[in-house]
């Protein structure tokens, strides 16, 4: 969550209006998406439960989860308007998040 | 020039120090980037430890306390963050300049969002998270 308000805090209200930032995880419950209508951080908060769509992607980490569980690596991917891969990131150490200045950067590129 | 015992309890405050302060700021993006921070902190206060320890004259066992304390906090901090804490390398099927696969997942209301739906209209970040911290 914290990432994400870094990334929403640092858009202007305008490139915000103008990008969509689709938030995907196993469990995103009520409470998140609540959150950010609070902040008005325009971000959607989608399930993939069973994580076909983050293994379609290839970003699985299997047994990485705290009881054993595959969970998702943690990823940033920056999609032009013609739903084009234009930059992404992906984390090699669940402590370390993409910097949000380059995700910024290349939103500001497109 | 510092005396030993005081070199044992900078050590002991580097150390404890850099991991209390990353724990503690864990939610700023510059602190929770760099990892390696409490690694290279834990190393200093190691290194002063052993100073320490080189130093004692006549008291010695704060010296070498101090010493094991940095130690296990720099083998620990390092074998957290270079071994636990790592992501094994799985091949990503996304590519720059190539479309990634399309999805329709439902948002937190329920209703079913396309990615495919954006083309043409808006640019998307795609953000993957655990849903947890």
């Known amino acids: 969550m914290a990432e994400l308000q870094g990334l929403g805090a640092q858009l202007s209200e ?17 409470h998140s998406q609540k959150l950010a209508e609070g902040l008005r951080l325009g971000y959607r908060f989608v399930a993939d439960r069973d994580l076909a769509v983050t293994r379609r992607y290839g970003l699985v980490h299997a047994g990485g989860g705290p009881d054993g569980q595959d969970v998702p690596r ?17 984390s090699r150490n669940f402590q370390v998040r993409p910097d949000p200045d380059d995700v910024l950067r290349a939103v500001r590129a497109l | 020039m510092m005396t030993s015992g005081r070199l044992a309890v900078l050590s002991s405050g580097v150390a404890i120090g850099a ?9 700023v993006a ?7 921070g409490y690694v290279i902190a834990a190393a200093l206060g190691t290194a002063l430890a052993a100073l320490a320890v080189v130093r004692a004259r006549v008291r010695r066992w704060p010296a070498w306390l101090a010493l094991g304390l940095a130690s296990l906090l720099l ?25 990634p696969p399309d999805f329709t997942l439902p948002d937190a209301a329920g209703r079913p969002v396309s990615l495919a739906g954006y083309r043409g209209k808006k640019p998307v970040v795609l953000v993957f998270y655990r849903g947890y911290w």
């Open chain 1, 14 to 30: 305008a490139e915000r209006a103008g990008v969509e930032i689709v938030a995907v995880s196993p469990d995103p419950n009520e």
């Open chain 1, 74 to 90: 943690p990823a940033t991917v920056v999609l032009d308007r013609d739903g084009v891969v234009r930059w992404f990131s992906v």
């Open chain 2, 19 to 27: 991991i209390a302060a990353y724990a503690l700021l864990i939610r």
């Open chain 2, 30 to 36: 510059i602190v929770r980037n760099h990892p390696e």
């Open chain 2, 75 to 99: 083998v620990g901090g390092a074998w957290f963050n270079f071994v636990l804490a790592r992501i094994p390398d799985t091949p990503t099927t996304l590519r720059v300049g190539e479309r």
